[in-house]
């Protein structure tokens, strides 16, 4: 079974601090691909990062880095120095073999002055 | 890239009427997507929709329920028929597609947001 598990429901840090999102899936695919898309309030789909499963390399751009680890199945987001304009639900998906994606439930980030 | 566009961006219904949704994509693109997003909720994907072919329903979803039309490479409609409460959502598209900086995507749509009374 495919599955993604966004353990975290609701983080909430002050700014400026550093946040870490957790992502673990599961998938019996030897080919897969990783999805970190962000929803702020007003409801788009903002596209953050897609990985290949073959591609273990962290990834950083700007405040925001990704940890991809096989091993654990995890591939968690990490962003540095929040700003408040960071709050909102951040989604890890998984797109398989069909180009589907599996979402998980969402982590809501609250950023606080 | 992908832009997607989605009509309406909203609508307010009646039980048991069907609003019909439609996806427009500057591009064309094998492959699109409609997914459903209730509120507070991650999405779900409703169906699978391929040019020239029946659209593929995810587990819980029914033709009869949402049917779907694939006329072109750039176009599809995704209709909710006999709206009840519980439809009340907002509906997204997706396509692939290739960014700018080479990075493959799903892109999605705007969303239409509809809330069924």
């Known amino acids: 079974a495919q599955k993604v598990t966004q353990a975290q429901t609701e983080i909430s840090v002050v700014e400026k601090e550093d946040v870490t999102l957790d992502c673990v899936y599961e998938?019996?695919?030897?080919?897969?691909?990783l999805f970190w898309y962000k929803q702020p309030p007003s409801g788009e789909l903002v596209f953050l990062i897609r990985r290949n499963s073959f591609d273990e390399q962290n990834e950083i751009s700007g405040r925001y880095s990704w940890n991809f680890q096989k091993s654990t199945s995890s591939f968690n987001f990490t962003i540095t120095a929040s700003q408040v304009v960071d709050s909102a639900v951040y989604f890890c998906?998984?797109?398989?073999?069909?180009?589907?994606?599996?979402w998980g439930a969402g982590t809501k980030l609250i950023i606080k002055p | 890239s992908a832009v997607i566009s989605q009509k309406p961006s909203r609508d307010i219904c009646q039980r048991g009427t069907s609003l019909t949704i439609q996806c427009q994509v500057d591009s064309q693109v094998t492959m699109m997507f409609w997914y459903r997003q209730q509120p507070g909720q991650s999405l779900t994907l409703i169906a699978t929709a391929n040019q020239g072919s029946e659209a593929t329903y995810e587990s819980g979803f029914v033709i009869d329920k949402f049917p779907i039309s694939r006329p072109n490479l750039t176009f599809s409609t995704l209709t909710v028929s006999n709206m009840s409460p519980e439809d009340s959502s907002i509906y997204l598209c997706?396509?692939?597609?290739?960014?700018?900086?080479?990075?493959?995507?799903?892109?999605f749509g705007p969303g239409t947001r509809l809330l069924v009374l």
């Open positions: 997706s396509v692939e597609g290739v960014r700018q900086d080479g990075q493959e995507t799903q892109y």
């Open positions: 998938t019996r695919d030897t080919t897969y691909y």
């Open positions: 998906a998984l797109q398989d073999s069909n180009y589907q994606l599996i």
